[in-house]
């Protein structure tokens, strides 16, 4: 291929122009990508165009609309009715396979470590005002039938006649101070989202409490949606204690302050019809069937009380299988290869619960996409399209495809876009390696008028032009993989190679400028040292993503586009010793520069921990992350919940039962930057919990 061939070319250009010309190289490498030939994609453009002509952003607002209008009351009654809505527009529209699944919502049930939550119903709440008097007007501050978002999800239920309650405010304190204090009978009004000090409140004794956090104050009369209720973690689970949540708006906060400035004490009163109880946590799937038995993933989220998050994301999902099965049908397009499925689930728990229950089915999955709060306005900066990619251990060809489905598609239209690397917050996680599925994930952020998590998040705010474009994105991802074979996998490896080169490059740039001000010879060995292994990460990482192309044909093929993609690997890794190579004479020269007269070596410190954990080989016992959802925060020994923090996320990933633990911290530091994180220490923890096993070590 042409392409190919450029690309070598422009491998050798970089691997033998001296450090000097480092500035005038980046130019030739300019201007080579601005002249070089269009790779092959024909295919994809047209696949776009075909998509755009038959797309209908008013069918997604409409799905938008209707999935809204049952999951804004976020209680589990209301999610069936979501499921059931989905399963009749999912057969209407001639999807095959279509049903509904019904993860236990029982409390006790675990996918991986995640403890499913108990199903939760709620009729309606109140809470107002009852000393001092007010009007009318001004004394009710939550009504659950005007406003769901005035009720915590998974609130605890009053008497049916009511509690009464004095209002407490807590400023701030620590949670360790919180649960010392004397609460009972009465409600905290937090300042921080409640959800973070529940475990706290209930070792104080309180009621439950009035959130009075915002993630946007000048939203003067939004509440936060408080969708987490656990004691120990997101969902409530059998053993969590029934405390009453409600949330109010910064102008009702302001007047509750007030009141407590000026009177001193503040009581309401709580009514709360609500049941805890073993129901089911649904999920709807559908397919557009391959003629093989692999497959490719949509992943949307039901069961949040937003329109754009995530309401919106379940909608561009619906919309693309749509467009794709009616040009299908047309014959305009070929019924692809591998089977596309739609999976439109409860955020976290259904997709781990479909990943557990499903395994043959994930094992043949080749790729997925996330979509997770798309659809904001487009004149807001905070709206801006991000895709993010898989972590490192999971280094994949998809990250530069979806690249080049953005730009394809986002150049045209001139809408801008941009990347991310790895982050947790969704279903982004399938490319952990124990689940073995590549993932990027769509987000668009928030904006003062694109609320998160909030009353204010309503179908009004959602953007025709947003659903469509990420309708049209995620469609031609979904098709394109769904349908390659080994033409496709060549070009995507060929991708694969010209991000390997772009982000090989990347790794080394910042030790160009930090050799330059190394002023002594053990700075400049250390920066030097350092350089050279984030070169080696990356050329390993990239050669990865390139090799990952081999899923995309039959073990029959395997051997053949393997020889084929081998000189792309090979020109990686070239082009890494080049810049090996670069930044070892740059040193020399900063050394002869400042005068020293020995050569300047590469300085590797001793690596905290090394000697114990180079002793340890952690195995994983099941898929997915550890959230801590059964161990008190004030028991974890100041460790974070795994649920979502990224340091110990990434370092579980790259613990396989071989590798040993000092491996895993230089791999996880190589991918995430220098962390004081005790590695040791954490992973100890886990296995005395039997979240892990020692194959070696202590």
Request: net charge neutral; glycine share 8%; proline share 7%.
């Amino acid at each position: 291929m042409k392409e190919h061939r450029q690309m070598r070319a422009r491998s050798k250009l970089r691997v033998l122009l001296p450090a000097t010309c480092f500035v005038i190289a980046v130019l030739i490498f300019s201007a080579l990508r601005a002249s070089a030939t269009a790779p092959p994609d024909t295919n994809l453009k047209r696949l776009i165009g075909e998509i755009q002509s038959e797309l209908n952003p008013e069918q997604a607002m409409d799905f938008m609309r209707r999935v809204y209008s049952t999951d804004r009351w976020f209680n589990f009654e209301k999610f069936g009715e979501t499921a059931e809505y989905l399963k009749g527009a999912m057969q209407q529209m001639g999807l095959g396979g279509v049903e509904i699944g019904r993860p236990p919502a029982d409390g006790v049930t675990q996918a991986g470590f995640w403890t499913m939550p108990l199903a939760w119903d709620v009729k309606e709440a109140r809470l107002e005002i009852i000393d001092p008097p007010l009007p009318a007007s001004s004394r009710v501050l939550c009504d659950y039938q005007k406003v769901p978002t005035a009720l915590g999800e998974w609130s605890g239920p009053t008497p049916p006649d009511g509690i009464t309650a004095e209002v407490v405010e807590l400023r701030q304190w620590p949670p360790d101070k919180i649960a010392t204090m004397d609460l009972r009978g009465k409600l905290a009004l937090a300042d921080e989202n409640p959800a973070e000090i529940k475990w706290a409140l209930v070792k104080a004794g309180a009621l439950g409490a009035i959130n009075a956090s915002t993630e946007n104050p000048s939203l003067r009369d939004a509440r936060q949606w408080m969708n987490a209720w656990g004691d120990y973690g997101w969902a409530f689970i059998k053993g969590s204690a029934p405390l009453l949540c409600f949330s109010i708006t910064p102008r009702e906060a302001q007047r509750v302050r007030t009141l407590l400035a000026q009177r001193g004490v503040v009581r309401v009163r709580a009514t709360v019809h609500s049941r805890y109880y073993s129901g089911v946590y649904p999920y709807t799937t559908g397919v557009i069937p391959g003629s093989g038995s692999e497959e490719v993933l949509a992943l949307g989220h039901t069961s949040e009380e937003g329109a754009g998050d995530n309401a919106s994301g379940v909608a561009a999902l619906m919309e693309a299988m749509a467009t794709l099965n009616r040009l299908i049908m047309a014959g305009k397009i070929p019924k692809p290869k591998r089977t596309i499925r739609i999976l439109a689930m409860p955020e976290m728990y259904g997709s781990m619960y479909y990943i557990k229950t499903h395994p043959e089915q994930i094992h043949h999955t080749i790729a997925a996409l996330c979509l997770d709060t798309p659809a904001g306005k487009y004149d807001l900066a905070g709206s801006i399209y991000t895709f993010y990619l898989n972590p490192g251990v999971a280094s994949s060809y998809t990250d530069a495809f979806i690249l080049k489905v953005a730009d394809e598609y986002f150049s045209k239209i001139k809408r801008p876009w941009r990347w991310h690397p790895f982050a947790t917050g969704t279903d982004s996680y399938l490319g952990d390696p124990t689940i073995g599925v590549p993932t990027v994930w769509a987000y668009s952020g928030n904006d003062v008028n694109t609320p998160h998590h909030s009353s204010a998040d309503t179908p009004d705010r959602v953007d025709p032009k947003s659903l469509r474009d990420l309708s049209t994105v995620s469609a031609a991802y979904l098709y394109y993989l769904a349908n390659a074979g080994e033409p496709e996998a060549m070009w995507l490896a060929e991708m694969a190679q010209d991000r390997g080169y772009d982000q090989i490059l990347e790794a080394a740039r910042p030790f160009v400028d930090r050799i330059d001000r190394a002023a002594s010879a053990r700075e400049l060995g250390l920066v030097l040292e350092e350089g050279l292994e984030k070169i080696q990460y990356a050329a390993g990482r990239q050669s990865q993503a390139v090799l990952s192309t081999l899923q995309l044909v039959s073990s029959e093929q395997r051997e053949t586009l393997r020889k084929s993609i081998a000189p792309l690997t090979e020109e990686l890794e070239e082009f890494a010793r080049g810049q090996a190579e670069r930044l070892r004479t740059l040193a020399a020269e900063r050394g002869r520069s400042l005068g020293f007269s020995s050569p300047v070596e590469p300085i590797a410190l001793p690596a905290p921990q090394q000697a114990v954990a180079s002793t340890i080989v952690v195995k994983r016992m099941r898929f997915g992350t550890i959230p801590l959802d059964r161990i008190a925060p004030d028991q974890r020994q100041g460790y974070p919940s795994g649920a979502w923090d990224l340091t110990p996320i990434i370092a579980l990933y790259w613990c396989d039962g071989h590798r040993n633990l000092a491996d895993v911290i230089h791999l996880t530091q190589m991918e995430l930057g220098p962390s004081k994180f005790d590695f040791v220490g954490y992973f100890r923890f886990l296995r005395a919990h039997g979240f892990v096993q020692f194959v070696k070590g202590q």
